[in-house]
C-alpha cells in the first residue's frame, strides 16, 4: 500500500452545532414575585401592621389608628447581545450557525435574569415617596459563616443548624407560610449531607435533595445554581439567600427579542440581535435572609 494512502483520508463533519455546557434556563423568576413595568420607573406601595389599642372608658371617642405606608422603587435595565454572520463563512459550512446563535443569546438572558434576581437580594433598595430614600440590608438578617447552635463556633458551608436558624427568622416575622426558596450551588448542598449522620432522619431527605430525586426539605424549595452566580462578602464567604416569594420583586419592561435580518452597512450581511429589559429588588427585609457559607470547608 502507498506511504502516501494518507491524503485520501475523510474528514466527517456533522451539519449542525452542539452546545457547549452552561445554564439554559432562568431558574429564579418563579420564586419571586413578578411584574411588569411600562415607564422609566416603578413603585409597589405597602401597608405596615397595626396594633390594636384597648378601650378603656366607656363612650369613649373612637381612637386614630394611623397606617403605616411605604413604598419601593424598582426599574429596568436595558441588556443587548448582537452578532454578524458574513455569507462567505456560511457558504463555507454545511449549515447556518443562526439558529445556534439565537439560542446562546436567550440563554445568555435568562443567566442575567438569575444574576440581576440575586444581586437585588442584599443590594441596597430604594425606598419612600420618589425613592430618594435607601435601605440597607440589615446586619440582622444575615447567619454567620460560624453560626452553630452549641459548642465552639466554627467556619462552615451549609448546616442543617443554619437551616434551622433561617427558617426560625423567617417565621418569626410571619414570612413561612410555604413560599420560601433557597439559591445554592452543588456545593452547599453536598455540605448539607456532611452535616447529618447516616442514621438519622434527616439523612434520606438530604440524600434525595442532594441527588435531585427533590428539591425541598425542611419547608425551602431549593434551587441548584452555578457557583459563579453568587456574591462574595468581604471575607470571600458565599452569600446564600434564603427568602419569601414576596420578598423579591422581578420586574420586566420588555420580552426577550430576538431578531436576525440583512445589515445593510455591513454588506448585506446577517446581523443578530437580542434585547431586553428587566430589573430586580428587595420588596421587604424580613423576608431576605442571608446565610453565609465557607467556600473552603464544608
Known amino acids: 500500500m502507498s506511504l ?31 411584574d411588569t413595568l411600562a415607564a422609566e420607573i416603578g413603585y409597589r406601595d405597602q401597608i405596615g401592621a397595626v396594633d390594636a389599642v384597648q378601650r378603656t372608658t366607656r363612650h369613649g371617642d373612637t381612637p386614630f389608628t394611623e397606617v403605616p405606608h411605604a413604598r419601593r422603587q ?9 452578532e454578524i454572520i458574513d455569507r462567505q463563512d456560511t457558504q463555507r459550512m454545511l449549515t447556518s450557525p443562526q439558529s445556534a446563535y439565537a439560542q446562546a443569546f436567550a440563554a445568555g438572558f435568562n443567566r442575567r435574569r438569575d444574576i440581576t434576581i440575586l444581586r437585588a437580594m442584599f443590594a441596597t433598595a430604594r425606598i419612600g415617596k420618589t425613592g430618594a430614600d435607601t435601605v440597607a440590608f440589615p446586619a440582622g438578617q444575615a447567619i454567620a459563616v460560624d453560626y452553630v447552635e452549641s459548642g465552639s463556633a466554627t467556619n462552615s458551608g451549609m448546616t442543617i443548624p443554619k437551616l434551622r436558624r433561617a427558617l426560625e427568622i423567617l417565621a418569626d416575622a410571619e414570612a413561612s407560610d410555604g413560599q420560601l426558596t433557597i439559591a445554592c450551588s452543588q456545593r452547599e448542598l453536598n455540605g448539607l449531607l456532611r452535616t447529618v449522620e447516616v442514621g438519622s432522619s ?23 445554581l452555578p457557583s459563579a452566580r453568587f456574591e462574595l462578602d468581604g471575607s470571600s464567604h ?4 434564603a427568602y419569601h416569594k414576596a420578598g423579591v420583586l422581578y420586574a420586566q419592561m420588555a ?20 434585547r431586553a429589559s428587566f430589573g430586580a429588588t428587595r420588596l421587604e427585609e424580613a423576608r431576605v435572609v442571608e446565610i453565609k457559607c465557607s467556600t473552603s470547608v464544608f
Request: avoid cysteine; proline fraction near 5%.
Open 238 to 241: 458565599r452569600r446564600i439567600p
Open 255 to 274: 420580552e426577550t427579542d430576538i431578531n436576525a435580518a440583512p445589515d445593510p452597512t455591513k454588506g448585506f450581511n446577517t446581523r443578530i440581535h437580542g
Open 4 to 34: 502516501q494512502i494518507e491524503t485520501a483520508w475523510v474528514q466527517q463533519f456533522r451539519a449542525n452545532f452542539d452546545m457547549l455546557a452552561q445554564q439554559m434556563d432562568a431558574r429564579l423568576p418563579a420564586t419571586v414575585t413578578v
Open 202 to 224: 434527616d439523612y434520606n431527605n438530604v440524600k434525595a435533595l442532594v441527588n435531585a430525586e427533590v428539591n425541598t426539605f425542611m419547608g425551602f424549595t431549593f434551587v441548584r
Open 74 to 82: 424598582f426599574q429596568a435595565d436595558d441588556w443587548e447581545v448582537g
